[in-house]
């Protein structure tokens, strides 16, 4: 599993990353706070306090962990 930290500041900062979430072979997870949301679904995403950093789990292999955080490098803070 891999483990980040990103901010997401606009809706389609939000899009951007769902997409790249959604295009993983693996499960993803994002937790805020006591929450944890998947990754791939974008209700879930809003439902949050985007105004906070979140952390980001991968949860596959190291591989898909480093193709996820290459393709939302722009996020992480």
Do not use: W
């Not at 950093?53 to 190291?62: A, F, L, R």
Request: proline fraction near 3%.
């Amino acid at each position: 599993m891999k483990t980040f930290t990103i901010q997401l500041n606009s809706i389609a900062d939000v899009k951007t990353f769902v997409n790249a979430a959604c295009s993983q072979p693996c499960d993803i997870d994002i937790v805020s706070g006591r929450y944890v949301i998947d990754a791939k679904s974008i209700m879930g995403i809003f439902s949050l306090d985007l105004s906070k950093p979140i952390t980001v789990e991968v949860h596959g292999t190291e591989h898909d962990g480093e193709n996820f955080y290459e393709a939302i490098r722009q996020f992480s803070e």
